[in-house]
């Protein structure tokens, strides 16, 4: 198993709430990735963060917004919420560039959000 | 944008044969192609990658290969065993920035 942890394992939400998924890197790893995994199928890009700030971003709207803080745990935050949102929330951490594999990424146990 | 197609959807195969997975990119600039195994419930847990100036890898039982030109890689999994049931999940990362998945291929591995 990877070292990278996320928080909290399911969470049930209603339309229109906020919500906020917590993930916790590996030791060494200062990159960050969030996925969208909807039943059967592929994980989706939401964003990438890297140094506390966003390094890239996929097809998601606004209301999919995030945070990377100076220990590099991140955090994933969705306003708004739509009955579609209800997904696996996925986050992967990176190697620090410089070293070894910095592309490589390293996914975390996920959180299971439901939308009601 | 880049897309990632992933082929077959389904795959079932005896104890002890191989498997083939396929995945077909589109953007030329992919430098790197991860494999990854889901179990129900579980995380993607990394396999097998290889890199743009790589054709081929080997681990094991694993196997991938690359072709460039015709951009398309695949995963070969061979004496197959029923503990590599599971979906696996190809991807084309380019730059470390831009990361899109295959949907995935379900196999079964029966005995």
């Known amino acids: 198993e990877t070292g990278v942890t996320q928080s909290p394992t399911h969470l049930i939400k209603t339309r229109g709430q906020q919500v906020t998924l917590r993930c916790s890197s590996q030791s060494g790893h200062n990159t960050v990735s969030w996925y969208q995994q909807a039943l059967g199928q592929g994980p989706q890009f939401i964003f990438q963060y890297y140094r506390e700030e966003e390094n890239g971003r996929g097809n998601f709207p606004p209301r999919f917004s995030g945070l990377q803080f100076p220990n590099y745990s991140s955090e994933l935050n969705v306003n708004a919420l739509e009955l579609d949102d209800s997904a696996l929330y996925l986050c992967a951490s990176s190697p620090t560039p410089g070293q070894d594999r910095t592309d490589t990424q390293y996914f975390g146990p996920g959180t299971r959000l439901t939308v009601l | 944008g880049e897309n990632v197609e992933q082929h077959p959807s389904t795959l079932s195969v005896q104890e002890g044969d191989s498997a083939v997975i396929k995945c077909t990119y589109s953007d030329s600039a992919s430098n790197y192609f991860p494999w990854y195994k889901q179990e129900l419930g579980k995380r993607p847990q990394l396999i097998i990658d290889i890199r743009s100036n790589v054709g081929e890898k080997k681990d094991q039982r694993i196997a991938v290969t690359l072709n460039k030109t015709a951009k398309h890689f695949s995963l070969h999994i061979t004496e197959t065993q029923p503990e590599d049931s599971a979906v696996y999940f190809c991807?084309?990362?380019?730059?470390?920035?831009?990361?899109?998945f295959g949907p995935g291929t379900r196999l079964s591995v029966l005995p």
């Open positions: 991807a084309a990362i380019y730059y470390g920035q831009n990361f899109v």
